[in-house]
Protein backbone atom coordinates (compact mmCIF):
# COMPACT_ATOMS: atom_id res chain seq x y z
CA UNK A 1 0.00 0.00 0.00
CA UNK A 2 1.45 3.64 -1.05
CA UNK A 3 2.34 6.01 1.85
CA UNK A 4 -0.77 7.57 3.16
CA UNK A 5 0.09 11.30 3.30
CA UNK A 6 -2.64 12.90 5.84
CA UNK A 7 -2.69 15.75 3.88
CA UNK A 8 -3.28 14.50 0.49
CA UNK A 9 -6.83 14.90 -0.77
CA UNK A 10 -7.12 10.96 -1.68
CA UNK A 11 -6.62 9.98 1.90
CA UNK A 12 -9.02 13.04 3.41
CA UNK A 13 -11.27 11.20 5.79
CA UNK A 14 -14.48 12.51 4.00
CA UNK A 15 -12.84 10.76 0.82
CA UNK A 16 -12.65 7.41 2.75
CA UNK A 17 -16.26 7.66 3.83
CA UNK A 18 -17.63 8.16 0.68
CA UNK A 19 -15.46 5.15 -0.55
CA UNK A 20 -17.14 3.28 2.15
CA UNK A 21 -20.58 4.16 1.77
CA UNK A 22 -19.68 3.69 -1.95
CA UNK A 23 -18.44 0.09 -1.50
CA UNK A 24 -21.26 -0.64 0.40
CA UNK A 25 -24.19 0.07 -2.46
CA UNK A 26 -21.99 -1.80 -5.32
CA UNK A 27 -21.75 -4.34 -3.53
CA UNK A 28 -25.53 -4.60 -2.68
CA UNK A 29 -26.29 -4.00 -5.90
CA UNK A 30 -24.21 -6.52 -7.46
CA UNK A 31 -25.24 -9.35 -5.01
CA UNK A 32 -27.37 -12.03 -6.91
CA UNK A 33 -28.69 -12.91 -3.22
CA UNK A 34 -32.78 -13.56 -3.37
CA UNK A 35 -34.33 -10.16 -1.90
CA UNK A 36 -37.74 -9.50 -1.53
CA UNK A 37 -39.03 -5.74 -2.86
CA UNK A 38 -40.15 -4.46 0.54
CA UNK A 39 -36.57 -5.95 2.01
CA UNK A 40 -34.85 -4.56 -1.45
CA UNK A 41 -36.42 -0.81 -0.45
CA UNK A 42 -35.75 -0.86 3.30
CA UNK A 43 -31.77 -0.97 2.42
CA UNK A 44 -31.56 1.39 -0.34
CA UNK A 45 -33.25 3.94 0.87
CA UNK A 46 -31.02 3.71 4.33
CA UNK A 47 -28.10 3.78 1.46
CA UNK A 48 -28.76 6.31 -1.22
CA UNK A 49 -29.14 9.25 1.61
CA UNK A 50 -25.97 9.04 2.86
CA UNK A 51 -24.20 8.45 -0.19
CA UNK A 52 -25.75 12.49 -1.21
CA UNK A 53 -24.11 13.46 2.22
CA UNK A 54 -20.73 11.89 1.59
CA UNK A 55 -20.94 12.92 -1.97
CA UNK A 56 -21.73 16.27 -1.39
CA UNK A 57 -18.75 16.49 1.34
CA UNK A 58 -15.66 15.45 -1.55
CA UNK A 59 -12.99 17.81 -1.66
CA UNK A 60 -12.65 19.89 -3.92
CA UNK A 61 -10.03 18.76 -6.41
CA UNK A 62 -8.32 19.65 -9.72
CA UNK A 63 -7.00 16.69 -12.24
CA UNK A 64 -3.45 15.87 -12.43
CA UNK A 65 -3.69 13.75 -15.18
CA UNK A 66 -4.68 14.40 -19.28
CA UNK A 67 -6.38 11.31 -19.36
CA UNK A 68 -9.44 10.37 -17.30
CA UNK A 69 -9.40 8.00 -14.91
CA UNK A 70 -9.98 4.35 -15.93
CA UNK A 71 -13.79 3.16 -16.35
CA UNK A 72 -14.15 -0.54 -15.04
CA UNK A 73 -18.20 -0.72 -15.30
CA UNK A 74 -18.87 -2.45 -18.82
CA UNK A 75 -22.40 -2.54 -20.24
CA UNK A 76 -23.15 -5.53 -19.06
CA UNK A 77 -22.44 -4.78 -15.68
CA UNK A 78 -24.88 -1.60 -16.20
CA UNK A 79 -27.25 -3.87 -17.98
CA UNK A 80 -27.28 -6.54 -15.15
CA UNK A 81 -27.82 -3.94 -12.28
CA UNK A 82 -30.48 -2.44 -14.56
CA UNK A 83 -31.90 -5.23 -15.40
CA UNK A 84 -31.75 -6.70 -11.16
CA UNK A 85 -33.28 -3.73 -9.93
CA UNK A 86 -36.11 -3.82 -13.18
CA UNK A 87 -36.94 -7.15 -11.70
CA UNK A 88 -37.04 -6.72 -8.41
CA UNK A 89 -39.40 -3.32 -8.63
CA UNK A 90 -41.56 -5.33 -11.07
CA UNK A 91 -44.74 -2.73 -12.06
CA UNK A 92 -43.53 -0.05 -9.44
CA UNK A 93 -40.28 0.45 -11.83
CA UNK A 94 -41.67 3.74 -13.90
CA UNK A 95 -42.15 6.85 -12.11
CA UNK A 96 -43.26 10.44 -13.21
CA UNK A 97 -40.48 12.34 -13.77
CA UNK A 98 -40.80 16.41 -12.90
CA UNK A 99 -37.58 17.31 -12.92
CA UNK A 100 -36.70 16.93 -16.78
CA UNK A 101 -35.72 19.58 -18.97
CA UNK A 102 -38.36 18.22 -21.22
CA UNK A 103 -41.46 18.28 -18.88
CA UNK A 104 -41.32 21.97 -18.89
CA UNK A 105 -42.50 21.65 -22.61
CA UNK A 106 -44.78 18.09 -22.54
CA UNK A 107 -48.03 17.56 -22.96
CA UNK A 108 -47.82 14.07 -21.91
CA UNK A 109 -46.13 12.51 -18.53
CA UNK A 110 -42.03 12.40 -18.93
CA UNK A 111 -41.65 8.71 -16.89
CA UNK A 112 -38.31 7.82 -15.71
CA UNK A 113 -37.03 4.32 -14.12
CA UNK A 114 -35.76 3.04 -10.74
CA UNK A 115 -33.81 0.75 -12.23
CA UNK A 116 -31.99 3.00 -14.84
CA UNK A 117 -31.40 6.12 -12.71
CA UNK A 118 -29.93 3.49 -9.99
CA UNK A 119 -27.74 1.91 -12.33
CA UNK A 120 -26.69 5.38 -13.46
CA UNK A 121 -25.41 6.42 -9.95
CA UNK A 122 -23.85 2.66 -9.64
CA UNK A 123 -21.79 3.30 -12.82
CA UNK A 124 -20.41 6.50 -11.46
CA UNK A 125 -19.48 5.23 -8.01
CA UNK A 126 -18.52 1.74 -9.35
CA UNK A 127 -15.95 3.22 -11.25
CA UNK A 128 -14.70 5.60 -8.61
CA UNK A 129 -14.29 2.60 -6.03
CA UNK A 130 -12.65 0.51 -8.80
CA UNK A 131 -9.54 2.80 -8.68
CA UNK A 132 -9.08 2.90 -4.99
CA UNK A 133 -9.96 -1.08 -5.01
CA UNK A 134 -6.83 -1.45 -7.56
CA UNK A 135 -4.99 1.26 -5.54
CA UNK A 136 -4.65 3.06 -8.90
CA UNK A 137 -2.84 6.32 -6.44
CA UNK A 138 -2.22 8.13 -9.65
CA UNK A 139 -5.60 8.25 -10.70
CA UNK A 140 -7.56 8.94 -7.64
CA UNK A 141 -6.91 12.57 -7.53
CA UNK A 142 -8.59 12.45 -10.52
CA UNK A 143 -11.12 9.85 -9.75
CA UNK A 144 -12.48 12.25 -6.85
CA UNK A 145 -12.81 14.91 -9.28
CA UNK A 146 -14.78 13.15 -12.33
CA UNK A 147 -16.68 11.49 -9.19
CA UNK A 148 -17.48 14.93 -7.94
CA UNK A 149 -18.35 16.51 -11.17
CA UNK A 150 -21.23 13.89 -12.18
CA UNK A 151 -22.46 14.59 -8.60
CA UNK A 152 -23.30 17.71 -9.17
CA UNK A 153 -23.89 17.78 -13.34
CA UNK A 154 -25.97 14.27 -13.46
CA UNK A 155 -26.46 11.32 -10.35
CA UNK A 156 -26.66 13.67 -7.42
CA UNK A 157 -30.35 14.71 -9.46
CA UNK A 158 -31.11 10.36 -10.27
CA UNK A 159 -30.41 9.78 -6.75
CA UNK A 160 -32.97 12.46 -5.47
CA UNK A 161 -35.74 11.92 -7.85
CA UNK A 162 -35.34 8.41 -7.34
CA UNK A 163 -35.93 8.69 -3.14
CA UNK A 164 -39.18 10.15 -4.43
CA UNK A 165 -40.98 6.84 -5.47
CA UNK A 166 -39.16 4.86 -2.94
CA UNK A 167 -40.14 6.62 -0.36
CA UNK A 168 -43.73 6.57 -1.58
CA UNK A 169 -43.57 2.75 -2.20
CA UNK A 170 -42.25 1.89 1.41
CA UNK A 171 -44.83 4.54 2.96
CA UNK A 172 -47.90 2.82 1.11
CA UNK A 173 -46.26 -0.88 1.82
CA UNK A 174 -46.02 0.04 5.28
CA UNK A 175 -49.71 1.64 5.55
CA UNK A 176 -48.10 4.83 7.10
CA UNK A 177 -48.95 7.05 3.87
CA UNK A 178 -49.91 9.85 4.57
CA UNK A 179 -53.51 11.33 4.29
CA UNK A 180 -53.88 13.77 1.76
CA UNK A 181 -57.25 14.67 2.57
CA UNK A 182 -57.91 17.03 5.46
CA UNK A 183 -61.48 17.09 5.68
CA UNK A 184 -61.03 16.92 9.48
CA UNK A 185 -61.38 21.35 9.85
CA UNK A 186 -58.78 23.90 9.32
CA UNK A 187 -54.99 22.81 10.16
CA UNK A 188 -54.66 25.42 12.72
CA UNK A 189 -57.81 25.00 14.67
Not at 116 to 139: C, H, K, M
Request: aromatic residues 10%; hydrophobic residues 40%; negative net charge.
Amino acid sequence: MPNRNNDAPIYQPAVLDFVTIAVEISSFLESDEPISRDEWIDRILKMLPLLYVKASLLPETYPLNDEPPATFVREEDYARVSGRVASIMGEEDIYLDVFVDDMKYSDTPVTATISENIADIYQDIRNFVSVYQFELTDQMQDAICVCKDNFLLYWGQNLVNVLRPLHALKSRETGKEEDTNFNGGDLWD
